[in-house]
């Protein structure tokens, strides 16, 4: 059927309910011309109602071919089994696909994408296209822009990951556990299979729905080839550890430059390429929570290194990875 040109496009969110869901929801409607948007249940037995904390209770209808017929644009943000399940019932002619969830990567039509990490728009079209994880699109961002400040040698990231990427089951399960060891309580451990309350975690438990070292991987995969296009930096050695924390990635980075560009330079070329830099007030995970962008601090020379340097980085994953799919879906609206 073809579209009334005074019509805005439709936009379907598989997986209404997400927190991924939400910030999609909210930044598509800052958007000008702003798209309907059509809330599609992610779960196996069709339609559910959404009403975390809104005063309205929003509907939300069943996945299926008929409920993807009509959008430009469909955003996978619900659980890998429910992107698995709508490349299925997709229509040749059907919406573009915006994989939040990193289950379609595999496909031989799937592109990594990351706009706000990428160095120019890839060539051609696709018809799914995967956001990198929020982690390994910050981690190009920052790495980028020091190289343009100095040739890089080497460098070193711990990432310390929120109960946030495991969706509102992790968020609910680290509130569970922090309030049962608080009183003595038996801990809920459906999704880290381990304490994650009060506990910072190098693996989850053997019981865990996914591994903490696959999650790694693919954000090591994901890096590496977003950093295929800045063939001059050298891949990163990174550690991915679980920290009890609800919302927001944390980075403790160490680069070694060719030659030091020395630390009021690193600050003043960051903030002067749009990062938040605080020299004074070094970001926290809490500070960046529903803030869009990169903030920096406690940029300081390493005592033991004199071409090299430590940062602390923190930036809201949910937001990143919003902002990204949103970026890629506008190129089809």
Request: charged content about 25%; proline content about 8%; aromatic content about 4%.
């Amino acid at each position: 059927m073809a579209e009334h040109p005074f019509e805005r496009p439709v936009v379907a969110i598989v997986g209404g309910d997400t927190l991924l869901a939400r910030e999609l929801r909210e930044l598509l409607s800052e958007t000008p011309a702003a798209p309907r948007v059509q809330l599609i249940s992610a779960a196996p037995d069709g339609a559910a109602v959404l009403n975390p904390e809104e005063e309205e209770a929003v509907v939300m209808v069943p996945l299926a071919p008929e409920t993807l017929e009509g959008s430009r644009v469909a955003f996978l943000a619900g659980s890998p089994a429910s992107s698995r399940r709508t490349l299925k019932l997709h229509a040749d002619d059907g919406p573009r696909l915006v994989d939040l969830t990193g289950a379609l990567e595999e496909q031989p039509q799937a592109r990594l994408r990351a706009p706000s990490a990428e160095a120019s728009r890839p060539a051609g079209e696709s018809p799914i296209q995967v956001i990198a994880h929020p982690a390994a699109i910050a981690m190009t961002m920052l790495l980028a822009a020091l190289a343009r400040i100095a040739p890089l040698r080497r460098s070193i990231v711990h990432v310390f990951e929120p109960a946030s990427e495991r969706g509102q089951r992790g968020l609910d399960e680290l509130q569970q556990q922090t309030v049962a060891v608080l009183s003595f309580q038996k801990l809920k451990r459906d999704i880290f299979d381990a304490q994650l309350g009060f506990n910072l975690l190098a693996r989850y438990g053997e019981e865990a729905e996914e591994p903490l070292e696959l999650i790694e991987q693919r954000m090591e995969r994901h890096l590496a080839s977003l950093l295929a296009a800045y063939p001059a930096i050298p891949m990163p050695s990174i550690r991915l550890i679980q920290a009890p924390v609800f919302h927001g990635h944390s980075f403790s980075v160490w680069v070694e430059f060719e030659e030091a560009p020395g630390v009021d330079n690193i600050a003043r070329s960051l903030s002067e390429e749009g990062f938040d830099v605080r020299p004074d007030d070094p970001p926290t995970n809490v500070g960046v929570a529903g803030q869009s962008g990169l903030s920096i601090g406690t940029i300081v020379e390493d005592r033991n290194h004199p071409r090299a340097c430590w940062l602390w980085m923190a930036a809201d994953n949910l937001r990143l990875a919003a902002e990204n799919a949103v970026a890629v879906a506008k190129e089809s609206l």
